[in-house]
């Protein structure tokens, strides 16, 4: 038996992963166990729940693969001061005492950590480094059902690559070609994120969100002055306009003069018209260079599959328009598609690449649905219940999704917490708020009462596999949230000539739909395709609320408020419950109503994370 330890760290996204023989044994974010968002310090947490749960000690580890190289990293930064001197000093001096102090010498800090975990580990031989690209790559195809595919990646920047094209093969993958720093559509993004008002690295699917309130009236303008876009889809950007390799901002003066305002200060400026328009035109112009790019690659290999990963690949809406371009027959996204993958994809990377081990695909991809993290017996859960104060019944599965799925019914929000928890950035049904589609307060409420976000952050539905082609213009799996798609044309309502005239937001009062809570302003949803293989307790779940009500879609959101990671333990989900206006919980096998419980315990819990 061979053990791979995957980790990824101190940039963002903290994670680690186990694979023993080739199979993906266990992955988690370090944020759920610290409550701290995007938290990016050693993952000692994520570590010791992937060895627990493994029931491995790490001396019985035989390689532990970091998924970057902190070399070639350094040489990047090094290079672009250099380049750029005297301009970004201040940026030079902040960053480089940490690298001379620790990050160049990140195998020695990387075995002094790793001993934390066991005292008797002290073979720094065991310590392999993958590049960061690489690593997403891998953890794009390796799990994957394909037996050939081509791989996208895309994110900010990672050692000098911020875009790769790979080509899967059996056991084999290759990277073919790369775009490199400064030349990047995450960091693209992100300067419109930070110029809209939202935090880098965390705020970019909110500018998703809005965008379909506005209209892409800057797309050209943003084509001719900060990218040039060549035939095959490939980039360069305009450094002139920003200020990411130099400063401590991602924009500067001149960006914020060729758009005629300054970016948005979330703590005093409202988001008017303007910051929608703004968000329509980077999601246009970002859908537009992911389409061009995958068009240019189907035509240059001729592979009916495409994997994604990278941060641009939780961008699901540019996902979901390649899909209805039918540029490729099928399209996989890696679930944690972000830096948390790295980590799977660097152990991945090192048994097939470094091992030369061979792959034997399933059908289904060997996510495991992205179940992968810790879950809890129900003598665990009742135990912890009891040290909350918390009142509850245990029932027997049936009866237990019988009145979840009539409180569902009756436009109750539940908080829903089954199984392993999962790993990536979406609640799919295993750590989930969950609600009725076909209410028309259903989203606001959510948004106001219980997430404590911005009004006009949408939902997303969960779906019956074999009914998703019913009501959405889609009839392809979707099981990790990373695609959207329009609403059957007969499930919509039409809007009127006056209510298309209303400004942005006031567009979300309209009843768009039969499932107004899941449909977006454009008629458009993010969809999870529920499949009974996968998450049998949940696809029940929504088969019984579909009996009651002819409907096979539930509001799905994650469970957590703004700015708290998703709940990872009984207890955090008791005090996510009683901090917020959730009707019931249903954990394990124990349901909780709100009215029952000790009114005592409730919390101000929107106050206790920072926002996002």
Same mark, same amino acid.
């Given at each position: ?32 166990? /610290? ?28 390689? @532990? ?13 090094? =290079? ?82 911020? /875009?790769?094209?790979? @080509? ?103 988001? /008017? ?12 112009? /970002? ?99 009891? =040290? ?45 708020? +969950? ?61 009127? =000539? ?11 009062? +309209? ?30 779940? +929504? ?70």
């Amino acid at each position: 038996m061979i053990k791979i330890l995957g980790i990824s760290a101190f940039y963002h996204d903290s994670a680690a992963a186990i694979v023993v023989d080739g199979k993906i044994i266990a992955a988690a974010q370090e944020e759920r166990f /610290t409550r701290k968002k995007h938290d990016s310090g050693y993952p000692f947490n994520a570590i010791e729940f992937v060895l627990n749960f493994a029931n491995i000690k790490l001396s019985e580890i035989d390689s @532990i693969v970091f998924y970057e190289k902190p070399f070639l990293k350094f040489e990047r930064l090094l =290079e672009t001061y250099v380049a750029m001197a005297p301009r970004g000093f201040a940026q030079f001096s902040k960053a480089m005492p940490s690298w001379l102090r620790e990050k160049l010498f990140q195998k020695k800090m990387l075995l002094n950590l790793l001993k934390q975990h066991d005292k008797t580990f002290n073979n720094s031989k065991k310590i392999f480094f993958s590049e960061h690209h690489l690593s997403h790559a891998a953890s794009a195809y390796f799990p994957s059902p394909f037996d050939e595919a081509v791989i996208l990646t895309a994110d900010g920047v990672g050692e000098w690559a911020t /875009t790769t094209v790979a @080509i899967g093969n059996g056991s084999n993958l290759q990277i073919k070609k790369e775009i490199h720093f400064p030349h990047s559509l995450g960091l693209l993004y992100s300067a419109f994120t930070y110029y809209t008002g939202f935090k880098v690295n965390s705020g970019e699917y909110k500018l998703m969100g809005l965008a379909p309130y506005g209209e892409p009236k800057y797309a050209e303008k943003i084509e001719k002055n900060l990218i040039h876009i060549k035939e095959d889809g490939s980039f360069r950007l305009n450094q002139d306009f920003f200020n990411y390799t130099t400063g401590l901002t991602m924009t500067n003066e001149k960006f914020h003069n060729l758009f005629g305002q300054k970016p948005r200060d979330s703590k005093k400026d409202k988001i /008017t018209q303007f910051h929608m328009d703004i968000a329509s035109s980077i999601q246009k112009v /970002t859908e537009d260079i992911m389409v061009k790019i995958c068009k240019s690659l189907r035509e240059e290999f001729n592979i009916s599959n495409l994997c994604l990963a990278g941060g641009v690949a939780l961008n699901c809406v540019a996902n979901g328009k390649i899909l209805k371009e039918k540029i490729f027959d099928n399209i996989w996204i890696q679930p944690a598609a972000g830096d948390a993958g790295g980590s799977l994809g660097a152990a991945l990377s090192y048994w097939f690449l470094e091992l030369n081990n061979k792959r034997n695909n399933s059908k289904i991809d060997d996510m495991n649905g992205s179940y992968l993290g810790p879950s809890f017996s129900n003598e665990q859960i009742e135990k912890i219940l009891i =040290e909350c104060g918390a009142k509850f019944d245990r029932l027997e599965d049936d009866l237990l999704i019988e009145k979840t799925a009539s409180d569902l019914s009756n436009s109750h929000a539940i908080g829903w917490f089954q199984g392993r928890m999962e790993f990536g950035p979406r609640a799919l049904g295993g750590r989930s708020i +969950i609600g009725d589609p076909r209410s028309p307060d259903m989203q606001k409420n959510l948004n106001l009462k219980v997430k404590y976000r911005e009004s006009f952050r949408p939902f997303a539905p969960s779906v019956l596999r074999e009914d998703v082609g019913e009501w959405f213009e889609l009839n392809d799996d979707s099981p990790y949230m990373l695609i959207v798609s329009d609403i059957k044309n007969e499930k919509k309502n039409e809007m009127t =000539e006056k209510e298309k005239k209303l400004f942005g937001i006031d567009k979300l009062n +309209i009843k768009r739909s039969d499932i107004p809570a899941v449909t977006h302003v454009d008629y458009s949803a993010r969809i999870q395709t529920v499949h009974k293989e996968t998450n049998e307790k949940y696809y029940k779940l +929504i088969k019984k609320f579909k009996e009651k009500t002819n409907c096979p879609v539930i509001v799905n959101t994650s469970f957590n408020v703004r700015g708290e990671p998703i709940v990872n333990t009984p207890q955090d989900a008791f005090n996510c419950f009683m901090g917020t206006e959730l009707d019931n919980l249903v954990i394990g096998n124990f349901y909780l109503e709100k009215k029952k419980q000790d009114q005592s315990l409730k919390k101000k819990y929107q106050e206790k994370f920072e926002l996002d």
